[in-house]
């Protein structure tokens, strides 16, 4: 292994706050004592010698040999991440995706069962239910907010739990401790995708998960500027299980990603808290709009798991809410409404990206699920009449004009 990658670099004292971590957690400053972390773009690093060299590649002294096994940029990242999210370490891959494959090549075998929740992000459903089949693992996919189907599906071959809180795009929440409870009761992991509620609102290991996943592509960085991943837990799982084998894999994130991310984790508090009170302040525009059929987002009192999203979401619902167009009877009609909708907004992005300051719109059914099949979209609650914001930080008041722009001519 390269660097140690556990938090507290740097003779920072205990006990910070997430939100000092935020800007301070890193890797020692260099020899030229810059005060912004440097970007270390290399390839490859000089050893001073052969036996060294020999040590560092054996992985019986710390030292960077090879950026795919190890950069100072991006151990500064996985540092401040893991120090963030309250994780031993964190270790750092090219995309969200990548994060979750990592995690399923380094502890899933052929013969090994999954239970994962059935509204989970459309990619992860394809990845998990569908490419992992092929190399004989199974998955069962359970209703996210049913505990009891959680733990009924249990085998003993089980080895992983996976869950996504909030999800993408509907915002269902999964209470982390029950399940948490029943992971440690079958002896299996679980693992939780915190991508829409970030470290700033939701820490999942204080709850109990054992892996934490990021698509650090999203909230983390916040300007839709690159691609990058992460996954956060115990050394014993990350350095021992997935270091090895991201080594051998190479699907691991660049120095200039890791850079751009790690100064994006400056600024995520407040963008996030920002951005989900407008968010709030959007969704009981629409819950009060005669041409919406329901609003999904969790800082409603009308969400079916609003106390648990205050509890366990920091008092927050988030920066992503999605709706339901009313249309007339039948899907063309749904998909017809939604498309306006989308079509007439002038602010809005119309991209499947989220976390962006920007406000994006998008139609799950079309784009981020659009891969899935009708089944499937149906056992995850996914209409063509539904439509997910993920809001940015724009005035509310533009915001609410861009959408009344499309939902007040609906035909």
Not at 30 to 49: C, K
Not at 324 to 332: L, Y
Not at 367 to 391: D, K
Request: proline content about 4%; hydrophobic content about 40%; overall charge neutral.
């Amino acid at each position: 292994m390269a660097q140690d990658r556990s938090n507290g670099a740097g003779g920072l004292p205990e006990g910070l706050h997430p939100d000092t971590l935020a800007v301070r957690e890193s890797i020692p400053r260099s020899q030229y004592g810059e005060h912004s972390e440097a970007l270390y773009l290399s390839s490859s690093f000089v050893q001073p010698d052969a036996e060294t060299a020999a040590r560092r590649f054996a992985g019986e002294e710390d030292g960077y040999t090879y950026t795919r096994t190890g950069n100072p940029t991006v151990t500064a990242f996985e540092r401040r991440l893991a120090a963030m999210e309250g994780t031993e370490t964190a270790i750092g891959t090219a995309t969200g995706m990548s994060a979750i494959l990592l995690m399923c090549l380094a502890l899933l075998k052929a013969g090994d069962h999954v239970v994962c929740s059935q509204s989970m992000f459309g990619s992860t459903i394809k990845l998990i239910g569908g490419e992992l089949s092929r190399f004989g693992v199974e998955t069962t996919f359970v209703p996210q907010t049913d505990a009891a189907a959680w733990k009924a599906a249990l085998r003993p071959e089980t080895r992983l739990m996976f869950a996504e809180t909030p999800t993408n795009p509907l915002t269902d929440l999964c209470d982390i401790a029950a399940l948490s409870a029943i992971a440690r009761e079958a002896g299996v992991l679980l693992a939780v995708d915190n991508c829409f509620a970030s470290p700033a609102l939701q820490q999942p290991a204080k709850w109990g998960a054992d892996l934490v996943i990021h698509s650090g592509t999203k909230f983390l960085d916040g300007q839709g500027r690159v691609m990058a991943g992460a996954v956060c837990g115990p050394r014993s799982l990350i350095d021992d299980k997935l270091g090895p084998m991201i080594r051998s894999a190479g699907m691991n994130l660049s120095p200039f990603n890791a850079w751009v991310v790690l100064k994006g984790l400056e600024t995520l508090s407040i963008r996030v808290r920002a951005q989900a009170d407008n968010a709030l302040r959007l969704a009981q525009w629409l819950e009060a709009h005669p041409r919406v059929a329901r609003v999904h987002y969790p800082g409603l009192a009308s969400h079916p798991q609003h106390a648990l999203a205050m509890r366990q979401q920091s008092g927050m619902g988030g920066a992503v809410l999605s709706f339901d167009v009313k249309s007339q009877e039948g899907a063309e009609a749904a998909r017809r409404a939604a498309f306006h909708v989308i079509d007439s907004t002038r602010v809005c992005s119309i991209t499947a990206n989220l976390g962006d300051v920007k406000t994006t719109i998008t139609h799950p059914a079309s784009t981020s699920h659009g891969r899935l099949t009708e089944a499937q979209r149906q056992a995850a609650g996914i209409g063509q009449g539904l439509i997910r914001v993920a809001v940015g930080l724009e005035h509310i008041d533009d915001l609410k004009a861009d959408l009344a722009r499309g939902l007040d001519t609906l035909q």
